[in-house]
């Protein structure tokens, strides 16, 4: 069987795209960044075999962004939107790459031109977990918030998380966390805080499971739009690798991303902005999806739902996303 194929200068070119190998794979430091780009290649491999037999097919180039240099603030102190993700664009429109594997989540609704979306990975899960420091818990899964002794300790740099505790426990003290997922879980076993809420897909692709306390109910604490799947993008002009990269399309991810990154398009929110948007198949087919607006300090908070047919998930998000804009206050918008 061909491995690969022979371009016409004689070195190897990955098959069906046209582009010579190894392909370049850009991707955040992070340990999740590097474990997320890992299991996106071996499925690659497994979806275009030729390539899971070429030892040299792949070449991870890392690549430092903003928000990965910049720990010691909150995001919305360093800047806006694609912190994670600007210095990756810029190496794909150059060339340096060809393609890039990111968190979803990090990963802004508006893309530079030139560059697409080419897949989504199926959903880890959506989920925030709770993390409560030694001799905190059980948790009661009646009221997962009971668990937190008053005047409790948070650490979280998510202003979303953030509105969503303090809503529901004025009385909690929010303290800035920032930091990869090793440093997040070190803070509450250490007991600089008595807890902190972290992302369950990326707790579990670390196999770091076991320290959760809690998964916590989307309905509870609505995860961030995206969080929990994987997403590719690659330069548009590159359409042959673009097919090949969209032949590992999650048709579940395609949908409910596509719904929730629109509610938060719509939305139109900053850094600043507590969003939360989540969406799901339900079994008939129909996307359920979930969207939420906030003021970081909790004091008013809207959560709205909607159901519609899976092929309309772009306009759901859109209309549910003009909906909780038009009633919520304006000022949480702002820069
Ligand atoms: N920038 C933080 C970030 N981006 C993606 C994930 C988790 C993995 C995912 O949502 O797919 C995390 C960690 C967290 O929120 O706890």
Avoid: Y
Avoid at 84 to 103: N, P, Q, T
Avoid at 127 to 145: Q, Y
Wanted: glycine share 10%.
């Amino acid at each position: 069987m061909k491995m690969h194929q022979e371009s016409s200068s004689g070195s190897k070119v990955a098959p069906h795209s046209g582009r010579r190998l190894p392909l370049r794979v850009g991707t955040r430091g992070s340990p999740l960044a590097l474990r997320q780009t890992d299991m996106f290649l071996a499925a690659l491999r497994e979806i275009c075999p030729a390539l899971g037999f070429a030892p040299d097919a792949f070449a991870p180039e890392i690549i430092s962004t903003t928000g990965d240099r910049v720990t010691d603030r909150p995001l919305a102190e360093i800047g806006g939107k694609g912190l994670f993700a600007k210095e990756i664009h810029e190496a794909l429109l150059d060339g340096r790459i060809d393609f890039a594997v990111h968190s979803l989540k990090d990963l802004e609704t508006a893309l530079p031109d030139g560059i697409i979306l080419a897949c989504t990975m199926k959903r880890e899960d959506a989920r925030d977990a709770l993390i409560l420091a030694d001799g905190l818990g059980p948790v009661n899964d009646g009221d997962i918030w009971s668990s937190l002794p008053k005047g409790a300790r948070v650490g979280t740099s998510s202003v979303r998380r953030q509105a969503q505790l303090l809503h529901a426990r004025p009385d909690l003290q929010i303290g800035l966390l920032r930091g990869n997922v090793r440093t997040r879980l070190d803070a509450a076993r250490i007991g600089t805080f008595d807890a902190t809420l972290l992302a369950l897909a990326g707790l579990r692709r670390l196999g770091f499971e076991e320290e959760v306390a809690a998964a916590i109910d989307p309905e509870a604490m609505v995860p961030a739009a995206c969080q929990g799947i994987v997403g590719i993008t690659v330069r548009a002009a590159d359409s042959r690798l673009a097919e090949l990269l969209a032949a590992i399309e999650n048709h579940e991810a395609k949908a409910v991303s596509k719904a929730e990154r629109a509610l938060l398009a719509a939305l139109d929110g900053s850094c600043r902005t507590p969003i939360g948007g989540h969406a799901r198949l339900l079994p008939d087919g129909n996307l359920h999806l979930t969207g939420l607006t906030a003021r970081p300090d909790g004091s008013f908070l809207l959560k709205r739902s909607e159901v519609a047919n899976a092929a309309d998930a772009a306009r759901l998000g859109a209309e549910l996303g003009a909906s909780l804009r038009r009633d919520s206050p304006a000022d949480i918008f702002l820069d």
